[in-house]
């Protein structure tokens, strides 16, 4: 027991020696100075700081998958060579040189790792530098790796569901026909740690039916592995919630499809091959699918003759604690009529101490939200319009 537990904290240990780690805190914050840059550009004020990407990279929703990840893997033997992790962690880095962190996701990293292992394996290729690492490697390896995938999509459907709508960031483009009009982007990643088997000298085996699958070695060591969950999307004719969740959905079924299909692999090999196929053109068609509904769809977030249109609510706001939502039309403020954002500014200095709202909220509802107005308060209450071309400077982008 005492060297289980020494392997465990050696294995969180490694954890903090891998690369990745450090590269998707990096890559986290890259993103957050993109994003700040581009909402200044285009409303001259940011919506979420830019260390709002780097506290998503870690979030209770992750840790949480990773717990159950690593007991299903742990429990069951799931047993991955260190050949296999070592690709993943190098195609992660190729992958995210495309700048599209969809690509870091799991069905691409791992897909990616298990074809270029089925090359080495069939072809039977030598690399000089890595002689010894790869040199072992057989047929055996082809399912634990389709498994893990199967598993990791599995993950990274449910993190769509449960933190991808958050925090989605307003943008201003032009359409087709050179109207100003408003969507919403989201690009996140998450950092999913895993607990691997990985042959090795470090500890023997407990049991001698354990672990269940395995790939010859009597023998191994305990790994945290970072792994890179990627998500990118674009929304322009749904409300960004919908929209997210009906994708992480879609994952979450093709990941449970993959994953069934691909633990047929320990007793027919070939299957683990097509399931992985099937999982990298099932993922790309996903995102195929859904980027040309999207660009089929008119935009919700554009000018509307009757009020207008809320695109993005600044945190800690006036018009985040007046419960004020993405995707609501404001109709009325103090009782005068708004169209615009001049009529908008002119109703609030009716009353500078106080201001009453009238929406319509994404049911066609109408309600009433009212707010004392205190001085420091955002002039426009915090919230982001499909704006004018103004003289001030702002672009799209």
Known sequence: MQLWLLEVLKGIG??????????LVILAGILGVRRVKRERKNFNIRAYDAYFELRQLIQMPGLLAGLVLSIIIFAVGITVPFAAILLIAL???????????????????????????????????????????????????????????????????????????????????????????????????????????????????????????????????????????????????????????????????????????????YWYPLVSIIATVLAIFGHEGLAYLQKVREDGMPFYFSRKNNGLMILGIIPDSPASKMDLKVGELITKVNSRLVSDEKDFYEALQINRAHCRIEVFDTNGEVRFEQRALYEGDHYELGILFVQDERNDGAKIG
């Open 14 to 23: 490694r954890f903090f020696l891998n690369p990745v780690a450090y590269y």
């Open 91 to 265: 195609f992660t880095f190729l992958w995210s040189l495309t700048t599209n962190v969809r690509l870091m996701g799991p069905v691409y990293t791992v897909g990616a790792a298990f074809i270029a292992i089925l090359l080495i394996v069939q072809g039977n290729l030598s690399l000089p530098i890595f002689k010894n690492i790869f040199h072992s490697m057989d047929e055996r390896v082809y399912p634990s790796l389709a498994v893990l995938m199967g598993l990791l999509i599995v993950a990274e459907g449910y993190l769509i569901l449960k933190n991808g709508s958050h925090g989605t960031s307003p943008k201003l483009i032009k359409s087709k026909r050179g109207r100003r009009v408003g969507v919403h982007e989201v690009k996140r990643l998450w950092l999913l740690p895993v607990l691997m088997l990985v042959p090795g000298n470090a500890v023997h085996l407990p049991f001698s039916w354990w672990p269940v699958f395995h790939l010859g070695a009597e023998n191994y060591y305990l790994f945290f592995v970072p792994f890179a969950v990627g998500f990118q999307q674009k929304i322009q004719g749904m409300l960004p919630k919908q929209a997210v969740q009906a994708f992480g959905k879609k994952i979450l079924v093709l990941g449970i499809i993959i994953l069934a299909g691909s633990i047929a692999g």
